[in-house]
């Protein structure tokens, strides 16, 4: 029982580190942007976000060619399995 209460423990300290690092708020948002900025100055953001949307849009495209492919490969097999057990006018 010794075991299983520290694992629980353990998993709840995890999850309670990993939910306070994702709450961020408003004036956490606003020096992050003020920090990425200045490192970046405000003519490299709109790059920035546009390489960005092309490269997520990229990943869109080949993500539903990779799904059509799946979709078309399974279409196959079941059409191969029912013309394997259709009955043959031999």
């Known amino acids: 029982m010794k075991s299983c209460l520290s694992v629980e423990i353990s998993l709840n300290y995890t999850m309670n580190a990993t939910v306070a690092f994702m709450n961020l708020g408003g004036p956490e948002m606003i020096v992050i942007f003020v920090v990425i900025l200045l490192l970046f100055g405000a003519k490299k953001i709109p790059e920035l976000a546009r390489g960005l949307g092309k490269s997520m849009g ?3 495209k080949a993500r539903e060619e990779f799904e ?9 097999v079941k059409i ?6 259709e009955p043959r006018d031999s």
Request: hydrophobic letters at 30%.
């Open 58 to 60: 990229e990943f869109k």
């Open 68 to 76: 059509h492919e799946i979709t078309r490969a399974e279409d196959e």
């Open 80 to 85: 191969r399995e029912a013309a394997g057990k």
